[in-house]
């Protein structure tokens, strides 16, 4: 099984800029697509940005242009920078990890417990 943990939360004003970072670790495993998504109170989860393990990326529409995402494979590790951050980018970030255990034909996802991101006006 594989534990993703995020970090890099916090509460910033509007303009300012955050860095987050997921780690995923367990034993004998694969990465696939790792990414982001926010979700706030009374709203499902959404996708923020994807990237495969070859570098392609994928964003939603209002993260384009000011939040960039990156990984670094030989540390199973996601980056999320945002920059020119808004009050409505306001929510708790979960990094997500597609990963499949090595022998294992299936591919699981793997949640972490999320990381608060809080931009004042």
């Known amino acids: 099984q594989v534990q993703v943990v995020e970090s890099g939360g916090g509460l910033v004003q509007a303009g300012g800029s955050l860095r987050l970072s997921c780690a995923a670790s367990g034993r004998a495993f694969n990465i696939y697509t790792m990414g982001w998504y926010r979700q706030v109170p009374g709203k499902q989860r959404e996708l923020v940005a994807t990237i495969t393990s070859g570098g392609s990326t994928n964003y939603a529409v209002a993260a384009k242009g000011r939040f960039t995402i990156s990984r670094d494979n030989a540390k199973n590790t996601v980056y999320l920078q945002t920059d020119s951050l808004k009050p409505e980018d306001t929510g708790v970030y979960y990094c997500?990890?597609?990963?499949?255990?090595?022998?294992?034909?299936?591919?699981?996802?793997?949640w972490g417990q999320g990381t608060q991101v809080t931009v004042s006006s």
């Open positions: 997500n990890a597609d990963y499949s255990p090595q022998g294992m034909g299936v591919v699981l996802k793997s």
